[in-house]
Each structure stands twice: as C-alpha cells, then as structure tokens.
C-alpha cells in the first residue's frame, strides 16, 4: 500500500522569500501524485498533478513541483510567496491499481509573514 | 458552475449521539467521496460512490458510521452513536467519472465535528 510522508509539518518564510515544501511516497506502483492546498475553513483545492511526461509540472499561483522517481520524491516550489499563500499544503498519491482513491499526507503549514 | 455543497457547517454533539452530514456534489459528477480529516492530518478516504453504488468502503468503521446516495446525486453520511474521536472535518468531493487516474476531485468546504 502507498504512504505519503510530508517532511515539514510547519514552514514559516518571509514575503517574498522562495520556499520548498517536501513530499516523499512510497509504493510498489505506478503512483500518481497531487498537491492540494486548503485555506482556513475551506476545502481542498487542487493545485497541481503529475500524471506522466515532463517532470516539472506548474499549476497555479505561481507554484510548481518536480517528480523524482529515484528518490520518490514530489517536492512543491514557490520562487517568491505572497501573505496569501499562508494555507496548510496538502501532498497526495493515487497508486494505478487502487482507483481513484487518494492517499493523503498529514500536510504542512505554510505560514508567510510580512 | 457552482461547487460541492455541505451542510451543517458545524456541529457539536455529546458522545453516543447520533449525526448526519448532507453532501450536494457537482451537477453532472457521477463520483462522490467521502472524508474524515482529523486535526493535525490529512484527509482519509471513508467510502465512495459510483452514481449510487458503492465502490470502496474498506476504511469505513461500519459498526457505527453509514452512508448512502440514494438517487445518484446528493449522499448523507451518518454517525450512530459518536465517539470522541469522532471530532475531524468530515469533507465530501465529487469528480465527473471516477476510475480514472488523472481525473480531478473536487472538495467541498467541509462539516466539522466537535463530539463532547
């Protein structure tokens, strides 16, 4: 079975400063891998995913993300965050023999401050 | 288009109650999750719906927790009597098909749960 393990339960930057929030997973599969983010009192919303091909993937509010398969890694990247990127950051995985069933890791809390 | 809806927002309930969450999914999404999301981690898969059949339910504690989506299109999931630890967020997400691995799920904004 997957497991999603997330480094850092607590990232606190500066505005304007780069950050990198790591992801680890592990699997005997193909695996599928997701970043969702979620503001206070709100769902998950979906960040970015990567399916398959270029390892770099981009998704939205400036953020991106690089699949590592040797090291299982799918670490998030954000080159300058904003006071608005203050969310808890949520790494997922879908194994292609499970589904679509998503396994989450316990998140980290970005907090950016002025 | 509009969201996953879910309601109550909150709730506060004593221990060996009973409760119910109501999840109106994405108009047209054939898939419906349901997840408990404890403080401090992350959301974990309580079952799934195919249209109004269940597909997965294997992490489901099934002596006290139920679910149905009669029709195909909104679900309630029930907790018979609660527990402490019992108290998550319990999230609804829908995606348009289900199966597919690159497919989207959607989220809801959440209930969360305070058993006292």
């Known amino acids: 079975a997957q497991s999603v393990t997330q480094l850092d339960s607590q990232v606190p930057v500066f505005e304007e400063a780069p950050v990198e929030l790591r992801c680890n997973y592990s699997s005997s599969v193909s695996v599928y891998l997701f970043w969702y983010v979620q503001y206070p009192n709100q769902g998950l919303q979906l960040l970015l995913k990567?399916?398959?091909?270029?390892?770099l993937v981009k998704g939205i509010n400036g953020f991106e993300a690089e699949f590592n398969k040797s090291q299982t890694s799918f670490h998030l990247r954000k080159p300058s965050v904003h006071i608005s990127d203050t969310a808890e950051y949520f790494c997922?995985?879908?194994?292609?023999?499970?589904?679509?069933?998503?396994?989450f890791g316990e998140g980290t809390q970005l907090t950016v401050n002025p | 288009e509009a969201g996953v809806a879910q309601s109550p927002r909150y709730k506060i309930i004593e221990k060996r109650q009973s409760v119910a969450f109501w999840c109106n999914p994405i108009s047209g999404h054939a898939t419906l999750y349901w997840y408990q999301q404890i403080l401090g981690q992350g959301p974990k898969l309580l079952i799934q719906?195919?249209?109004?059949?269940?597909?997965?339910d294997s992490q489901l504690p099934k002596d006290r927790f139920s679910a149905e989506r009669l029709k195909g299109v909104d679900s309630t999931l029930k907790i018979q009597p609660a527990k402490l630890e019992d108290s998550a967020v319990y999230l609804c997400?829908?995606?348009?098909?289900?199966?597919?691995?690159?497919?989207?799920?959607?989220f809801g904004p959440g209930t969360r749960l305070l058993v006292l």
């Open positions: 997400a829908s995606s348009l098909v289900g199966g597919a691995l690159q497919e989207t799920q959607y």
């Open positions: 997922a995985v879908r194994e292609e023999t499970s589904g679509s069933r998503l396994t």
């Open positions: 990567y399916l398959s091909g270029s390892t």
């Open positions: 719906f195919q249209n109004n059949g269940v597909v997965d």
